[in-house]
């Protein structure tokens, strides 16, 4: 395929990196929501993202192969289409009020996302120049920031009222009670997840009747193939690739420091700092912005600079923010937080690029592994929330996580992604 083939395709695929974007960066307005109507503390509300990151460890590799078996396309807009129910689900998820239910629909739209990342990210770097790639994909990551900001800045106020009562501290002549305050916060939740399921839908039919390259080892097998189809499904031979494993750890520790800090930023905006909702939101949005214009900037500053280079700077200077938010805590460590956002934007891809250079014909299954390193997200933003929730007195030294997790990115810049074998 000729280079200047490549826009149509690429565009179409970078309209994924906004899908997915805008549900995983509802989930902070999730959890605070999540704290109302199902009476939760923050550790309870955080498994809201243990239950939406694990189908992204359980279902790569399977995704892996039915995208070997059909093509990406069809990956695509199968993910497309589970999204989109996962999100029409909360209709009645509303009538239960169950935290349990939602849970299961996060899982349900997480599956869809994952077919959608597991394919969108080996595109981009396939499609154009190798030595391009990482800048390809950071161009492609700008689209996930864009819906990063709209989810934060705007869907979250949709979602969240501004009030946040208890069963004590609401107003004895509140109409209908407490009951009706319940069902009128659960009822918030509805149209967000609505317009996401109408946006998956509708991007789905433009994928049903556009024309995909295929790459790679997608698509028809050969007699040879068959015969040895069940090895060759996904090649666990990949990670004895160094830069390979050593990426997947670092993606690990990058997506759970990077969603520990994303999960908590509106809790610790209205526990900890004090900010009215609507405030807290705002910031939100300023924080998602930073990400937005990280992405941006990095992506033109890689012309001129080594991505491995560029990630070990940005994870340095995120270690030092880390520890700003630890000594000083309250808005110093919020204003330091919307440093560290900056600093994040261009990690995941920087390191998912890398990861995948001179893999070949595994390039699918590296790509499998790397979206698996995001259970990092299922557990260790737990582990920060339980610090938080554990020690109120000294919240802020949860964040020892997050400036652990950007010492392993630090290192992977310096020297884990070498290509050595």
Known sequence: ?????YTIPLALVFSLFFLWAISSNLLPTMIRQLMKTCELNTFEASFTETAYWLAYFIFPIP????????????????????????????????????YWAYLCIFFIIATGMCFLETAANPYVTVLGAPETAPRRLNLAQSFNGLGAFIAAMFLSKLILSGTHYTRETLPVDYPGGWQAYIQLETDAMKLPYLILALLLIAIAIVFVFSKLPKIGDEGAETSSEKSDKKEKLIDFGVLKHSHLRWGVIAQFFYNGGQTAINSLFLVYCCTYAGLPEDTATTFFGLYMLAFLLGRWIGTGLMVKFRPQDMLLIYALMNILLCGVVMIWGGMVGLYAMLAISFFMSIMYPTQFSLALKGLGNQTKSGSAFLVMAIVGNACLPQLTAYFMHANEHIYYMAYCVPMICFVFCAYYGWKGYKVID
Not at 75 to 93: H, M, S, T, Y
């Open 1 to 5: 395929m000729k280079k200047n083939t």
């Open 63 to 98: 995704i892996a192969m039915f995208m070997k078996r059909y093509s990406y396309k069809a990956g695509i807009i199968f993910g497309l289409i589970l999204a989109a129910i996962g999100g029409l689900l909360f209709f009645p998820a509303a009538i239960l009020k169950e």
